[in-house]
T-cell receptor
Framework: DAGVIQSPRHEVTEMGQEVTLRCKPI?????LFWYRQTMMRGLELLIY????????DSGMPEDRFSAKMPNASFSTLKIQPSEPRDSAVYFC????????????FGEGSRLTVL | GQQVMQIPQYQHVQEGEDFTTYCNSS?????IQWYKQRPGGHPVFLIQ?????EVKKQKRLTFQFGEAKKNSSLHITATQTTDVGTYFC??????????FGEGTQLTVNP
């Protein structure tokens, strides 16, 4: 298996622009997670899905952030409009369980908002 | 709310010295996981502990889960330059969220 695949690896955009991050989980994993990593706040769980259904989105910062999982092999995290404070590395991870399964992380999408 | 706290935040050692990072939770954890993130990389799963007082070893790494299941530690014996990275613990909080500690960034001087 190719593992969790994220795109783009790097994104530089200007404040106010829309950003879409993409993730393909490992086949057969029912759980998909979006994490954000910054120096100040560490690894934060933004949202996770079970069988394509959002289960816990309490970590989503505000209405500018939205996430979808239209099918078992694809998820998106969208920021609209983007702000400089959204600059971070966004990781997608998949697993067979919410809290007891090993998380397999993608290589991350490094976002810089100017 | 429930938190998973980790200390120290940074640790600098000479190659060959030992290293320990500690993880503490305000509540009892059903399990705890450890991850390693190399500089510029992504977190990679190391191990999961489930039982009270559990001790597991992986070569030079020893993982412990406290008797009360509120704390855990990772000990590396005789560090090597390949051990460089940030080590995170993670535990389930608020029912079904896996929360990561702040991580301990380890640097090893050759």
């Amino acid at each position: 298996d190719a593992g969790v695949i994220q795109s783009p690896r790097h994104e530089v955009t200007e404040m106010g622009q829309e950003v879409t991050l993409r993730c393909k989980p490992i086949s057969g994993h029912d759980y998909l997670f979006w994490y954000r990593q910054t120096m100040m706040r560490g690894l934060e769980l933004l949202i996770y899905f079970n069988n394509n259904v959002p289960i816990d989105d309490s970590g989503m910062p505000e209405d500018r952030f939205s996430a979808k999982m239209p099918n078992a092999s694809f998820s998106t995290l969208k920021i609209q409009p983007s702000e400089p404070r959204d600059s971070a590395v966004y990781f997608c991870a998949s697993s067979t369980d919410a809290t007891t399964g090993e998380l397999f992380f993608g290589e991350g999408s490094r976002l810089t908002v100017l | 709310g429930q938190q998973v706290m980790q200390i120290p935040q940074y640790q600098h050692v000479q190659e060959g010295e030992d290293f320990t990072t500690y993880c503490n939770s305000s509540t009892t954890l059903s399990n705890i996981q450890w991850y390693k993130q190399r500089p510029g990389g992504h977190p990679v799963f190391l191990i999961q502990l489930v039982k009270s007082g559990e001790v597991k070893k992986q070569k030079r790494l020893t993982f412990q889960f406290g008797e009360a299941k509120k704390n855990s530690s990772l000990h590396i014996t005789a560090t090597q330059t390949t051990d460089v990275g940030t080590y995170f613990c993670a535990g389930p909080t608020s029912g079904s969220r896996l929360t990561f500690g702040e991580g301990t960034q380890l640097t090893v001087n050759p």
